[in-house]
């Protein structure tokens, strides 16, 4: 590796980075992470705070965690890669599958696709629901219905599904067929209903109307979060999923649960439709599937759609689509060893018992602090925090004083991320309690900055 002074003097020099303006990056060059350590990070200048971000939503056993890189290192020198396209096969995917089946057949899931991130699981999921139409003779059905505020990933199909416009404005036309729910967002909605319960049946009526006009039979599928993440941590009603799969039930449609960040134990569940209670049809993973180490999704099929395409005689349910890194042996050694210390450790007890820790803490600043509007989370380690510099007319903080807080909160202990006017935070599932104070205070000392 070359020196610190190379290494500054090169940044963001050569790579655009995702989610940012080139120009941005070069004026102001990003922090460099250069090591870490349990739920702390270390930067480039030796200053250390807790990643109340878990990387990205992702690093949920925290950045020790000795069995998992073994295993990656010990596959690499048994088999580094080879595919899974049909015909071969190898023995990591075989058991990682089997691992991932298992978790998560409690929420009805049958079978495994791998894939290599979050974009990717939720592409399949769409594609596959589209077939599953074609396969038991309803083509027709090629829409999808989602929520305004979810994030998908980036794909194309994803992106049109997304319902924050600043992932899709700059890349329309995006795919045909794909409409929009209001989000269940207490704090803003154009029902103006601050009544989480009556939101849901809002939402759910106009999930009604919508099918009613566009016709059951054109639509294949609606896709959740079921916690919306990226979106602002918007955490709906209890009854909401299940509202949901009841209509979709009605209606003849798949339900897509998007468990990228929820799944593997976020919300102190090992899923998120299992939280709420919900059977969804299929399900899409990532981050938390090998805990950031390697980059590794899945759709989860579940059993009315695996029936479907399994019995099918057509020749319509072979599946032409995939990835070269689909069911990578090192990915699957990554999650074998994963899905074992995310058991062992029990990971969803903690994420709840600290997710009630932070929610709780950032409910006390909001009293302190004018600018937040509103605070949400309380299901897990996942938490937002919205800022307004006009309370009573709800005015998005402008992004200098979001910067100015990040900063501070940076300086004073812990590392945020700012989405839009929104902190999120979703730290490592296995974060302590004193690390969580750290956060708060942290926190406390950028509101200050404001
Ligand atoms: C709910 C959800 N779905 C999909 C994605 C996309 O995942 P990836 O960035 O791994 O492609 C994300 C990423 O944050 C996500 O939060």
């Known amino acids: ?16 980075h995702p989610m940012g303006h080139p120009a941005d990056s070069l004026a102001n060059p990003p922090t460099v992470i250069a090591s870490a350590k349990d739920s702390s990070i270390t930067d480039i ?16 056993l925290g950045y020790s965690n000795d069995t998992v890189k073994e295993a990656i290192s010990k596959q690499l020198y048994d088999l580094p890669y080879y595919s899974a396209f049909s015909g071969t096969t190898n023995p990591a995917a075989i058991e990682a599958s089997q691992m991932v089946r298992d978790m998560f057949a409690p929420d009805g899931m049958a079978r495994v696709f791998f894939t290599s991130g979050g974009s990717d699981s939720v592409e399949t999921c769409l594609r596959l629901a589209r077939q599953y139409h074609v396969v038991r003779g309803e083509p027709s059905r090629t829409k999808f219905i989602s ?37 269940p967002y207490t704090y803003r909605n154009p029902f103006n ?20 006009f566009q016709g059951a039979n054109t639509i294949a599928a609606f896709i959740m979060e079921p916690i919306q993440g990226a979106g602002g941590v918007i955490v709906p009603d209890a009854s909401f999923m299940g509202l949901m799969r ?68 057509s020749g319509n349910a072979a599946i032409f689509h995939g990835y070269t890194y689909s069911a990578h042996p090192v990915g699957a050694a990554a999650v074998i060893a994963t899905i074992n210390e ?26 302190k602090y004018d600018i937040i509007g509103n605070v949400r989370g309380g299901h897990g380690l996942m938490t937002g925090i919205e800022l307004v510099s006009d309370a009573a007319k709800k005015t998005p903080m402008d992004m ?6 990040h900063k501070a909160a940076y300086d004073n202990g812990a590392m945020v991320r700012l989405g839009a006017n929104n902190i999120l935070m979703s730290p490592p599932l296995v974060i302590t309690d004193t690390e969580i104070s750290q956060i708060l205070s942290a926190l406390d000392a950028g509101f200050a900055a404001a």
């Open 1 to 16: 590796m070359k020196d610190s002074n190379f290494i500054k003097e090169n940044n963001a020099k050569h790579m655009w």
């Open 45 to 60: 200048d030796g200053h250390t705070v807790v990643d109340a971000v878990g990387g990205l939503w992702c690093v949920n």
């Open 147 to 183: 929520l305004k505020k979810g994030y998908h990933g980036t794909h194309f199909g994803g992106a049109s599904v997304n319902g924050n416009n600043r992932f899709r404005i700059n890349y329309e036309p995006l795919l045909p067929g794909c409409y929009h729910l209001p989000a």
């Open 193 to 212: 209903e601050t009544d989480p319960a009556k939101l849901a049946q809002n939402i759910a009526a106009a999930f009604e109307d919508e099918i009613a």
């Open 246 to 313: 009841d209509i979709c039930d009605r209606h003849g449609i798949l339900m897509i649960s998007d468990e990228v960040i929820t799944g593997f134990g976020r919300t102190g569940d090992w899923s998120g439709a299992r939280h709420w209670g919900v059977k969804p049809d299929m399900m899409s993973m990532a981050k938390g599937i090998t805990s950031g180490y390697f980059p590794v999704g899945a759709a989860l099929i579940g059993d009315k759609v695996a029936e479907v395409f399994e019995n099918d005689t």
């Open 342 to 367: 995310t058991l062992r450790l029990d990971t969803k007890v903690n994420a709840a018992a600290r997710g009630a820790q932070l929610f709780e803490g950032v409910e006390k600043l909001a009293q």
């Open 400 to 405: 200098s004083v979001m910067k100015r807080v």
